[in-house]
């Protein structure tokens, strides 16, 4: 090789190495660069490393620190709570899942009087034996074993019921025990000793208070009792002096006497209600009963009173409401008496009416009757609305009382309703009337109860004549509920201009002013209206009867009327409109228009006229018209005398056991024209020993007797009669109702029972109903014939 060629190699080899040696240094270079970066950010991250580490440091100490103050206000919350709990008067104690001790306050192991084995650690099931074992416990009826029994099996339960125990020494301590999620349990034992003790002062005071009660209706029932005996015997002597023949002056004063003694004897009626309500001895007594028959009875009672003073009682019964309920009579009529004679008595003019409604539930077994009273009377004030059902609370001012009374009536009024489950309101405006009501529901009877009548298909439009709104309105309303149209007037002038040959019917009023009823039918005939029929509404039946202008009335209807009297007069009404259409037979010769007819039965007593002779009173002079009719009853049988008609009878024996000796006067004169037999035993020994000896047909039973009772004495008497298999009616006399509960009653045996003061012609009905057949007739002559 020639040395340029070795030359040239060397030349390329040293170059090669030095651009092999630049790209190393390059390389290199950037090795040196990226290393630098590396460190430069490992730099960085050890510098941001170190300064976490320095903040961690720092936290960490502050942690430290925090954890070291919320340990120390720890320790000193636990030393509060363990010291407020050591404070505590009441036990407190803590106990773990398997019923071990953890820690008590002192109060709770103060119990253990110093036992050191009650302690941190010790079983709840050794407390209890220790509690028995020591005799810290009063167990009462139970066993130790028996009571710690008892306290295991509360225990072990996840809610253990708070208990009462009685400590040795007279301290009554409550547990009250809540288990924890972890089986924990923390048990307050408190002191209630105090409790204890207050709640049987309390429970003292309460006998205490409930025997004064009890005496206090003991006292008022008895000199209720003793109060009413005398004044019977006054109010019954009374009674049978109306009877005797007196002159003006002396039936003033009698009548006076009788009606104070009544007014007396409501008043102590009204407090013994209210002392039995009070002891909660009054009890109801459903039955089937007549409502609108009830509602009747008491409109009769109280119709004197509104007679007196001039106001139209009237009663408006829902045409198409069922009669017959299952209820207590007695206290319905007790109510509604009391509201009745309330409206009265706060009214001097205008009227009071009471109307009745039901609404009957979805099955119809029960209807819920609406009963209200309404007066045009003094009112009630605003502010004493509220309080006017109150005992012994009154309208007027005690210092200028106008009206008498005991303010019970309502108040025993509204007991007796919601008694029933039903309420009682008032509405009232001053001056102006009141209107009292109440709801109750009741159950219908299962019987056929009163259907409206089918009226005659030509009795369609009547008229209707009253100067009384409210009465007209009634009318027109019941009348129009029948499917008639009534056309209502005020007045006997207005009535004839509204007479036309459409009316079928004239439903007339009997007291008006200026043209009365009798005058009005009179003005009727001579105008020629003789063939309409009349029907006359009278409170007064017999002194409508003696008018002569009587003969053209068709029909009478005494007010108040019962709505089947209403139903009857309209059917008879029906029969004379068709007896006035018939053609009359061409064998008749007789003039038809001279006849009277009369559709009620042959054997039925006339006791209300049907006057069916609707000739003109210019066709029949007066003195042939048949006046003498309405008032004597057809068919009447006359009475022969006893020993003649019944020969060989004996006389029916009666025995009465009454102590007070007015009152047996009062029935010896009540039954003296009875055809009977009367003894009278002084106490029920007595009625009992005649029962043997006089063997009655018939006892009354007076309750209220010396050493033995009229209950009581019906009990023996009933005894006698087992041996025998006889049974004497026995009727009860009583001042007020019945004393004592219905249960009592009916065990005693009574058949029926009577109030006082006795009436004589209820004296004589009763006795009636139990002669025997082999007894003579008991009633007189004078009454047969009547009857």
């Not at 009682?313 to 004679?341: A, K």
Request: proline fraction near 6%; hydrophobic fraction near 40%.
């Amino acid at each position: 090789m020639s040395l340029a060629n070795k030359l040239a190699e060397e030349r390329r080899s040293r170059l090669a190495a030095e651009r092999l040696l630049e790209l190393k240094q390059a390389e290199l270079t950037a090795a040196n660069r990226k290393l630098g970066r590396h460190a430069l950010a490992l730099t960085k991250q050890i510098g941001e490393t170190q300064a976490e580490v320095a903040t961690v440091r720092d936290e960490n100490e502050k942690v430290k620190s925090d954890l070291t103050v919320a340990h120390q206000k720890i320790e000193i919350a636990e030393r509060r709570l363990w010291h407020s709990i050591q404070t505590i008067q009441d036990g407190f104690a803590f106990f773990d899942g398997d019923s071990n001790l953890i820690g008590a306050n002192t109060a709770y192991l103060n119990a253990f009087d110093g036992l050191e084995e009650v302690a941190p650690g010790v079983n709840y099931m050794r407390i209890l034996q220790i509690l028995t074992d020591e005799g810290l416990v009063n167990t009462e009826k139970l066993s130790p074993d028996a009571w710690r029994a008892m306290m295991t099996e509360r225990w072990l339960q996840p809610n253990p019921e708070p208990i009462v125990m009685r400590m040795w020494n007279n301290v009554y301590v409550k547990l009250i025990d809540q288990r924890g999620h972890g089986g924990d349990v923390v048990s307050l034992a408190l002191n209630i000793t105090s409790t204890v003790k207050y709640e049987a002062q309390l429970k003292k005071a309460r006998r205490k208070a409930e025997a004064a009660n009890r005496a206090k209706s003991a006292f008022l029932a008895n000199m209720s009792h003793e109060i009413r005996t005398p004044m019977n015997g006054v109010v019954g002597m009374a009674d049978l002096l109306t009877d005797t023949p007196l002159d003006e002056e002396q039936r003033l004063y009698v009548n006076t006497i009788k009606s104070s003694g009544e007014a007396l004897l409501v008043i102590i009626n009204d407090v013994l209600d209210y002392s039995k309500i009070e002891a909660e001895k009054l009890v109801l007594h459903p039955e089937p009963f007549d409502l609108e028959r009830c509602l009747h009875e008491i409109v009769m009672l109280l119709q004197p009173i509104a007679r007196d003073k001039g106001l139209p009682l009237l009663i408006d019964y829902d045409v198409f409401l069922p009669t017959r309920f299952i209820g207590d009579p007695g206290r319905i009529r007790q109510v509604m008496t009391n509201l009745v004679g309330n409206a009265l008595k706060f009214t001097l003019e205008g009227h009071v009416l009471i109307r009745v409604t039901g609404v009957p539930d979805k099955n119809g077994a029960a209807t819920d009757i609406h009963v209200s009273i309404e007066d045009t009377g003094i009112g009630i004030p605003a502010d004493k609305v509220d309080h006017i059902f109150g005992e012994f609370n009154q309208v007027e001012d005690d210092r200028n009382r106008q009206f008498e009374g005991t303010g019970l009536g309502l108040a025993i009024s509204k007991r007796l309703i919601e008694m029933m489950d039903g309420s009682v309101w008032v509405e009232s405006e001053e001056g102006a009337g009141s209107c009292f009501g109440f709801k109750v529901t009741l159950d219908r009877v299962e019987d056929d109860q009163p259907a409206p009548p089918r009226l005659h298909p030509k009795l369609r439009q009547v008229l209707v004549v009253d100067d009384q709104p409210t009465i007209r309105g009634v009318l027109e309303r019941q009348l129009g509920q029948l499917g008639l149209e009534v056309t209502g007037v005020g007045s006997g002038a207005e009535a004839l201009a509204a007479m036309s040959d459409g009316i079928d019917l004239v439903v007339s009023d009997h007291n008006m002013p200026e043209m009365d009823g009798m005058e009005l039918v009179e003005e009727l005939r001579g105008a020629g209206w003789s063939d309409v029929p009349f029907l006359l509404l009278s409170a007064n039946a017999s002194f409508a009867q003696n008018d002569p202008s009587f003969r053209h009335v068709q029909g009478l209807l005494q007010k108040p009327f019962p709505r089947q009297d209403l139903f009857d007069r309209l059917t008879e009404m029906g029969q004379l409109i068709e007896a006035r259409a018939r053609p009359v037979a061409p064998d008749d010769q007789s003039d038809p228009t001279s006849k009277p007819v009369d559709p009620a039965p042959a054997d039925r007593t006339v006791r209300r006229p049907a006057r069916l002779h609707l000739a003109s009173s210019r066709d029949t002079p007066e003195t042939e018209a048949p006046q003498e009719e309405a008032a004597v009853p057809e068919a009447a049988p006359a009475a022969a005398e006893p020993d003649a008609a019944s020969p060989g009878l004996r006389v029916m024996r009666v025995l009465a056991a009454e102590d007070n000796k007015t009152n047996q006067l009062v029935l010896r004169k009540m039954v003296r024209d009875l055809n009977i037999e009367l003894r009278f035993a002084n106490n029920g020994l007595e009625a009992v020993d005649a029962y043997s000896e006089f063997e009655p047909d018939m006892i009354f039973m007076d309750i209220s007797m010396p050493k033995m009772d009229g209950k009581e004495a019906t009990r023996e008497i009933r005894k006698l009669e087992a041996e025998t298999g006889r049974h004497v009616p026995i009727v009860a006399l009583t001042a007020h109702a019945m004393d004592g509960d219905a249960e009592g009653v009916l065990s005693a045996g009574l058949d029926h029972y009577m109030t006082k003061p006795l009436r004589k012609a209820a004296i004589h009905e009763r006795v009636a109903m139990h002669c025997p057949d082999d007894a003579q007739d008991v009633l007189p002559q004078a009454e047969d014939a009547a009857g």
